[in-house]
Nanobody, 114 residues
Framework: EVQLVESGGGLVQPGGSLRLSCAAS????????MSWVRQAPGKGPEWVST????????YSADFVKGRFTISRDNAKNTLYLQMNSLLPEDTAVYYC???????RGQGTQVTVSS
């Protein structure tokens, strides 16, 4: 059974940091490019960042460049998103997903508020 389980979300003040994790199982994690996607209340899904299967390349949306860093540990079957300088508009449910598949986790809530 394919599972993607996100964790690390929570409530943080503007300017704060969080590190999200996504634990993968049930498929060949190291063979897939992986992404983070977010969805804010009342809005559609929004792509955040992608990392290639071998961590050779990363791609990020303009609105997170310089603030968020995607990484992965294939030995641990885990994807990460380090989020710094968080803004209220970063409030959303954050999901991890395997590219070219319909594998997606249930998400973790990130709330940025004072």
């Amino acid at each position: 059974e394919v599972q993607l389980v996100e964790s690390g979300g929570g409530l943080v003040q503007p300017g704060g940091s969080l590190r999200l994790s996504c634990a993968a199982s049930g498929f060949a994690f190291g063979s897939y490019d992986m992404s983070w996607v977010r969805q804010a209340p009342g809005k559609g899904p929004e792509w955040v960042s992608t990392i290639t299967s071998d961590s050779g390349r990363t791609y990020s949306a303009d609105f997170v460049k310089g603030r968020f860093t995607i990484s992965r540990d294939n030995a641990k079957n885990t994807l990460y998103l380090q989020m710094n300088s968080l803004l209220p508009e970063d409030t959303a449910v954050y999901y991890c997903a395997a590219e070219s598949t319909d594998f997606r986790g249930q998400g973790t809530q990130v709330t940025v508020s004072s």
